[in-house]
T-cell receptor, first 113, second 114 residues
Framework: EAGVAQSPRYKIIEKRQSVAFWCNPI?????LYWYQQILGQGPKLLIQ????????DSQLPKDRFSAERLKGVDSTLKIQPAKLEDSAVYLC???????????FGPGTRLTVL | QKEVEQDPGPLSVPEGAIVSLNCTYS??????FMWYRQYSRKGPELLMY????GNKEDGRFTAQVDKSSKYISLFIRDSQPSDSATYLC??????????????FGQGTRLTINP
């Protein structure tokens, strides 16, 4: 079974620029999560999708972050405009219906200069 | 006060030692308790999962939950250099529609020295 795929793996941008991350969850997994992990901290949930509907986005900075999950499969997370404090690893995870286990992708490491 | 507190370490022990990792929490609504392991430049992977007070053992790993004290632990016996990683405790909160939300601790960076 293929794992959660994310791209790009690394991204360096200037502040005020835009950036987008892509996630392909494990096939058949209805729930998809985006986390932000700042260096030295645990992952923080940004947004959770159930199929293509949003379940929780209470910690998503909606003035600059947006996310979508088209057709309930792949998802993109966008930051526009980026700030220095957005430098972090952005992790995507997915979960099947019959399990409580979240499977994480390798993450995208974002550096904002 | 953070909902989940975890000592970030770093923790360095010799090979073969018993390792004890701990987290405390403040939210009584947490339902499930997990330990994730994260190797450098990788995503977290689930190590242990439990939902009740008591001990759960899996090979060299034992997860312990004390809901009355709001305290969870992970013990690693006969530690190996390959156990060197960051260990994250995580706790689940119920959301609408039967969904769950994970709240992670800060992570403890562990090094096992050969």
């Amino acid at each position: 079974e293929a794992g959660v795929a994310q791209s790009p793996r690394y991204k360096i941008i200037e502040k005020r620029q835009s950036v987008a991350f892509w996630c392909n969850p494990i096939s058949g997994h209805a729930t998809l999560y985006w986390y932000q992990q700042i260096l030295g901290q645990g992952p923080k949930l940004l947004i959770q999708f159930q199929n293509n509907g949003v379940v929780d986005d209470s910690q998503l900075p909606k003035d600059r972050f947006s996310a979508e999950r088209l057709k309930g499969v792949d998802s993109t997370l966008k930051i526009q405009p980026a700030k220095l404090e957005d430098s972090a690893v952005y992790l995507c995870a997915s979960k099947g219906f019959s399990t409580d286990t979240q499977y994480f992708g390798p993450g995208t490491r974002l550096t904002v200069l | 006060q953070k909902e989940v507190e975890q000592d970030p370490g770093p923790l360095s022990v010799p090979e073969g030692a018993i390792v004890s990792l701990n987290c405390t929490y403040s939210n009584s609504a947490f339902q499930y308790f997990m330990w994730y392991r994260q190797y450098s430049r990788k995503g977290p992977e689930l190590l242990m999962y439990t939902y009740s007070s008591g001990n759960k053992e899996d090979g060299r790993f034992t997860a312990q939950v004390d809901k009355s004290s709001k305290y969870i632990s992970l013990f690693i016996r006969d530690s190996q250099p390959s156990d060197s990683a960051t260990y994250l405790c995580a706790m689940s909160l119920p959301l609408i529609q039967g969904a769950q939300k994970l709240v992670f601790g800060q992570g403890t960076r562990l090094t096992i020295n050969p």
